[in-house]
């Protein structure tokens, strides 16, 4: 038995909205969450939406207050830090993927408190020398640096903290 190999060849069916539509759908999916300019573009056009459509019903996000750039970068980088635990060169990066401007990302990096940071950083690499099943010490933080460098988190904190964790466990 065989069955019919799919087609790829194609592009993906677009739906095809008119703007007035695709203005209702792009309102409930910014009010859903914050989003940044690059994601509303990307599903409007998604819709079958030209260019100057785009970027109208993205001028109209704006006015509406459905769209503000410094408001996701703000939602992102408490997201992203106090709950996926992430470092700040790794939010950064995710920043930079969604084309936010050097400025609204400054902004909002404002959102970590650098004790915080330090707290946090601290905390992941106790648990994880807890965890980390290696005789070796050296073996054992070069596990650890890597784990936390993985995470986003600067090389100079990531020494320092798991010196201060070798040395106290």
Not at 108 to 121: A, H, N, S, T, V
Request: glycine share 6%; proline share 2%.
């Amino acid at each position: 038995m065989s069955f019919p190999r799919k087609d790829y060849s194609q592009e993906p069916q677009k739906k095809n909205l008119t703007p007035g539509q695709a203005k209702v759908k792009i309102a409930a999916f910014c009010a859903y969450q914050e989003r940044s300019q690059q994601e509303v573009r990307d599903k409007l056009y998604t819709y079958g939406l030209y260019q100057d459509e785009v970027e109208e019903l993205i001028s109209v996000m704006i006015t509406e207050n459905f769209l503000n750039e410094e408001r996701f970068a703000e939602a992102y980088v408490r997201g992203k830090f106090y709950l996926k635990k992430w470092g700040r060169l790794k939010i950064e990066q995710g920043l930079k993927q969604h084309r936010l401007s050097a400025n609204c990302i400054k902004l909002g990096m404002r959102e970590i408190d650098p004790d915080e940071y330090w707290e946090e950083l601290l905390g992941l690499a106790v648990k994880k020398w807890a965890t980390t099943q290696e005789s070796d010490l050296f073996k054992k933080k070069a596990k650890i640096h890597r784990f936390l460098i993985s995470r986003g988190f600067e090389y100079d904190l990531v020494s320092s903290a798991v010196q201060e964790v070798a040395s106290a466990g």
